[in-house]
């Protein structure tokens, strides 16, 4: 992909390096340290199943990916730069991802009164986290 042009994602290269080895360790270490009977094989299941669900719900990584770019905006600047959502579904993501910790609502002392929303810095977290995966999927393989 051409955005993998920049020379701002050469360190993900080296950061993909050397923490796939810390992870397949810490990985390796709880399978052969925890017992994975059948309740916890459904448990793990589901709470990887529950952060797909999130992470491909329609609209939640627009809003996200929206509220990186311009540092802050309202529920109608947000409508606008996602056209098709409707105001229901636009509500209902916002308090999901509130509730969730990824984003901050803040009640303007204006008149009348009007709400910013941003990233809180978990939101933050989970955008730059997010970019290093979405670069290690989208890269050509090097190893063959």
């Given at each position: 992909m051409e955005i993998f042009k920049f020379n701002e994602f050469k360190p993900f290269k080296e950061i993909i390096?050397?923490?796939?080895?810390?992870?397949?360790?810490?990985?390796?270490?709880h399978f052969?340290?925890?017992?994975?009977?059948?309740?916890?094989k459904i448990d793990e299941i589901r709470f990887f199943l529950n952060i797909?669900?999130?992470?491909?719900?329609?609209?939640?990584?627009?809003?996200l990916y929206e509220l990186e770019i311009h540092n802050g905006?309202?529920?109608n600047d947000i409508t606008r730069?996602?056209?098709?959502?409707?105001?229901?579904?636009?509500?209902?993501?916002?308090?999901?991802?509130?509730?969730?910790?990824?984003?901050?609502?803040?009640?303007?002392?204006?008149?009348?009164?009007?709400?910013?929303?941003?990233?809180?810095?978990?939101?933050?977290g989970f955008v730059e986290l997010s970019l290093i995966l979405i670069y290690y999927l989208a890269r050509k393989s090097e190893e063959g």
């Amino acid at each position: 992909m051409e955005i993998f042009k920049f020379n701002e994602f050469k360190p993900f290269k080296e950061i993909i390096k050397t923490s796939r080895p810390i992870i397949r360790k810490v990985l390796d270490k709880h399978f052969t340290e925890t017992i994975h009977d059948e309740t916890r094989k459904i448990d793990e299941i589901r709470f990887f199943l529950n952060i797909f669900k999130f992470v491909t719900k329609k609209w939640n990584v627009e809003i996200l990916y929206e509220l990186e770019i311009h540092n802050g905006l309202t529920f109608n600047d947000i409508t606008r730069h996602l056209e098709k959502i409707s105001s229901r579904s636009l509500s209902d993501c916002l308090k999901q991802l509130q509730k969730l910790g990824l984003i901050s609502r803040t009640v303007q002392d204006t008149h009348p009164p009007s709400v910013l929303y941003d990233l809180s810095n978990k939101g933050k977290g989970f955008v730059e986290l997010s970019l290093i995966l979405i670069y290690y999927l989208a890269r050509k393989s090097e190893e063959g």
